[in-house]
């Protein structure tokens, strides 16, 4: 998942809206460039859609490729490369209706045989495969999806975020070049074609002037590797790049201060927290629900939150984002330290234990701070020193707080005490 909490800024920008809008004609083709530092080595296996396993961060350079149905502003199962589709009335054939006439970025008519590979070779869902018990090209634009038995999740997987199973690759391309030629020379209908990829150092794509939803306003994207926070800034500050993510506190406030630069935050439907692994063991301390309960008072989620994203994240009771269909709108703990410690006590525990292993997802996240450790759970799996239910709330930022993009507006959740997983 990543809505990643990402923290974007963006120099420039705004005056390039300003430039454009007194137009008087609409524009009819793409026009200059756009680039962003990103704070990942963007990998060739990015590029396929077939390998997606259900991340975000892929999605990124996915512009390359469309989908049969995908999620869009105000839609997330908006058609695409289906126009319409149709379930039988025992809910086990899904008809999907191809938009006819596209074409691939090398000429290769778009057509049902296409969704079928595609979806066979994608590695994204397990579950989804298995679901599946045939797929039926019944012409060029109609292609059957034929279930073993109803599942009304159906359309969610093959749809969403969730696999890459409906993201289109073209199957002659594909078996002509292999799947590693495919990834060093990608090959979509999305509104961008591939144009180059140095490892390491950038990826280049141009505006697909054919696509069929809406013409690219930007003709290039140009995606820069820039794993140093100070240098994304520095870049941004120099007219670089127009859009950088994941900067460190420090230089999020830094571009607050500076009246040429905009700091925006993505937004986010990912969850920060921890995984009390230990609670399935008797014999451990997590096992006991007061004990699990301790931990969630003794957490300031509003503090952790500020030192983090500069106040971004919202807290979360729940570890199933609040914008998910049929999420549990549950509220987090309020932060009651004096609740923790009676808890503690009341478990056997006034003085503290020894608090195990913690499991931190995503395990990146360098937040749990125990009072009394000489050492912070800031690595997954890690251990930490005795817990005495003293609040866990940083009194001071962080030595290298991040804004975090993987976070999007993850909540500084822990999971619910009654949650084991």
Known sequence: MT??????????????????????????????????ALYVTLSPVWFDPGEVAGQLTPFWVLYAHDALVKPMPGNLLAPSLAESWTVSPDQRVYEFKLREGLKFHNGDPFTADDVKFSFHRAKGSKVLHDKVKDVVVASPSRVRFVLHEPWPDFMMYYGSIVSGAGWVVPKKYVERVGDDGFKRAPVGLGPYKFVSHTPGVELVMEANEGYWRKVPSVKRLVFKSVPESTTRL???????VDIAYLLDVPQAQEVKRDPNLRLAFSGGIAIWYLDFLEQWDPRSPWNDRRVRLAANYAIDRQALSE???????KPAGNHVPRSFEFALPIEPYPYDPAKAKQLLAEAGYPNGFDVGELHQLPPTFP???????????????????????????????????????????????MPRHGCRR
Not at 307 to 313: P, R
Request: aromatic residues 4%; contains cysteine.
């Open 3 to 36: 809505r990643r909490l990402s923290l974007v800024l963006a120099a420039g920008l705004a005056g390039a809206v300003l430039l454009a809008a007194p137009s008087l004609h609409a524009q009819t083709k793409p026009e200059g460039e756009m680039r962003w």
């Open 234 to 240: 520095a870049m941004l500050k120099r007219g670089e």
């Open 307 to 313: 030192a983090e994203t500069l106040g971004a994240s």
């Open 367 to 413: 937040w749990a701070r125990p009072s009394s450790a000489t050492s912070r759970p800031s690595a997954y799996g890690s251990r930490c020193a005795p817990w005495s239910a003293e609040p866990i709330s940083p009194s001071s930022p962080p030595r290298r707080p991040r804004v975090s993009a993987s976070a999007r507006a993850r909540s500084t959740a």
